[in-house]
Each structure stands twice: as structure tokens, then as C-alpha cells.
């Protein structure tokens, strides 16, 4: 079992940064895929940026050249970077842990508990 816990969310401005950190225990996360998904209010989760356990990036289209994925698994922690935030990125943040090269919510294991991110325009 793989407990995640997210951290870093808060209310910025369009045009800051932000780094979320998403921290595991139970097991070590070097053989799993990570991703961070995203969800706002009234809306499906989707999607935002996966690093798989070679270290092979994937992102959204709209957050592509603004965020970064980073894994480091000594720390045992997956980071997104976001610069340039836009106020249409405002959403729960999750970060998710999954053995698959798909990066759809169905088929990823573990799940943090979410880390709220606005941006104001």
C-alpha cells in the first residue's frame, strides 16, 4: 500500500509560480508511474503532467512549456513546477501513483488527497 500526500497548493496570481510536492510511504515509488491530475469544480478530472519510472515525461497540451514534472526517488517524491499560472488553472491538485503507460484516473492505484491551487486574474 502507497499513502501519498500532496503539499504546496495556495492562492497566487496569474503570472506567479508555484512547486507542489507530493510525498509517499508505505513503498518506495522508483517502480511506479506518477502523475499529477487536476480537477475544478463541476468539471471530470484530467490530466496534467506524468513522468513514468524511466524518467519519460507527458503533459497536457495547455500546460506544456509552463509546468515540469520531477521525480526524485531517493526522497521518494514526485514535484510539479508551474510558471505562468493562468486563472483557468485553478483546481484541486492530486497526485497519483499506477503501474500503467496510460495516463487516465481509472487506471492509477494510489491517490493523494488533494492540494487546492487558485490563481486570481
Known amino acids: 500500500q502507497v499513502q501519498l500526500v500532496e503539499s504546496g497548493g495556495r492562492l497566487v496570481a496569474a503570472g506567479d509560480s508555484l512547486s507542489l510536492s507530493c510525498t509517499a510511504s508505505?513503498?518506495?515509488?522508483?517502480?511506479?508511474?506518477l502523475a499529477w491530475f487536476r480537477q475544478a469544480p463541476g468539471k471530470e478530472r484530467e490530466f496534467v503532467a506524468g513522468?513514468?519510472?524511466?524518467?519519460?515525461?507527458s503533459y497536457r497540451d495547455s500546460v506544456k512549456g509552463r509546468f515540469t514534472i520531477s521525480r526524485d526517488n531517493a526522497r521518494n517524491t514526485v514535484f510539479l513546477q508551474m510558471n505562468m499560472l493562468k486563472p483557468e488553472d485553478t483546481a484541486a491538485y492530486y497526485c497519483?501513483?499506477?503501474?500503467?503507460?496510460?495516463?487516465?484516473?481509472?487506471?492509477?492505484?494510489?491517490w493523494g488527497q488533494g492540494t487546492q491551487v487558485t490563481v486570481s486574474s
Open positions: 508505505g513503498r518506495a515509488l522508483s517502480p511506479y508511474t
Open positions: 497519483a501513483a499506477g503501474n500503467s503507460r496510460d495516463y487516465v484516473p481509472s487506471v492509477f492505484l494510489y
Open positions: 513522468v513514468s519510472w524511466a524518467r519519460v515525461t
